[in-house]
């Protein structure tokens, strides 16, 4: 642990670095909503999605949403479009989330509860509970999902939330998961916690979004859920190098949905995610993390 430590400490001026070199995008809701609308003109789905920093104003963020939303109702149905709510900056206002939802349910688009801290695991379920029995119906077309929650695969806890996902026929988003639990006894393994959650939740929710970078991971996901009774989709983030995982797509034929974050945090998620993941910094491939987000845009398009 102290060797990984030390590693982050020596790593930190470089990713600090890099982060001064390179501004960062999408910054800002227009730029977020112009790469999804770039997305959907070559067929792909998209979800969106505001890193916050403390501070923001809960009521600009509903605005900044409602007005994402309103921006792609013409969506169609091949390149579905949802939100994604990160429940801590809206306070875990009952009526904040309740106003999001409702312009997103007209105009067609899901909405998404996003994980955060070990902690706020309980009040986001909550949050997601109060949101959907207030729309009882929305999640009750035939065919169709309306709500879904992130459930992080290095939690133990999460077997017991998939439970609940599951009653609730909510569609679930896989990861990993950046934030550790509250003591080490909840924790496990995040590969080995993936596939059990994949085994628990296929054929028993309407969408399973297997949303890593882990090529191998993911692959085993996918041969474990086609053909059981559950979409499966490769969910991957806007701005990290996703090659190998557009190659998984083609050759597994399960379609890929797009995250795309903006923010002035992205930079900060960035240095965090790094120093967590040291590792990763001898692997990506920094050409593509530093091209422009057309450069990216037309990689994406260009491969599927």
């Not at 569609?171 to 080995?192: C, H, I, M, Q, Y």
């Not at 991971?217 to 996703?242: D, Y």
């Not at 900060?268 to 790094?274: K, P, T």
């Amino acid at each position: 642990m102290k060797s990984v430590d030390f590693l982050k400490e020596q790593l930190k001026p470089l990713v600090y670095g890099l982060g001064n070199l390179y501004r960062i995008s999408p910054k800002n809701l227009s730029e977020g909503v112009d790469v999804c609308r770039a997305l959907h003109h070559g067929g792909i789905p998209s979800t969106l999605g505001k890193f916050s920093k403390g501070g923001d104003d809960p009521l600009q963020i509903v605005r900044e949403y409602q007005l994402a939303s309103d921006t792609l109702k013409s969506t169609s149905a091949e390149t579905r479009f949802y939100l994604s709510l990160k429940p801590p900056a809206l306070n875990f206002n009952p009526e904040h989330a309740a106003a999001i939802v409702a312009t997103a349910l007209q105009n067609g688009h899901g909405v998404h509860f996003d994980s955060h801290d070990y902690s706020l695991t309980d009040p986001t379920l909550r949050l997601l509970e109060q949101t959907m029995d207030r729309n009882l119906s929305a999640n009750a077309q035939a065919g169709s999902w309306r709500f879904s929650l992130t459930l992080p695969s290095r939690w133990k806890r999460s077997i017991g939330d998939a439970e609940w996902v599951a009653k609730r026929g909510v569609r679930a988003r896989l990861v990993k998961g950046e934030f550790k639990a509250d003591s080490s006894s909840d924790e496990t393994d995040p590969k080995k916690g993936f596939l059990a959650l994949i085994d628990r939740l296929v054929g028993t929710v309407p969408e399973i979004a297997v949303a890593t970078h882990d090529y191998a991971l993911a692959r085993e996901a996918i041969a474990r859920s086609k053909g059981r009774g559950s979409s499966i989709v490769l969910e991957v983030l806007f701005g990290i190098p996703i090659g190998k995982m557009l190659s998984l797509s083609k050759e597994t034929g399960v379609p890929i949905t797009v995250y795309v974050p903006y923010g002035d945090s992205l930079l900060l998620y960035g240095i965090r995610h790094f120093l967590t993941n040291p590792h990763k910094l001898l692997k990506l491939d920094f050409p593509e993390i530093v091209a422009s987000p057309k450069t990216k845009l037309e990689k994406i398009v260009s491969s599927l």
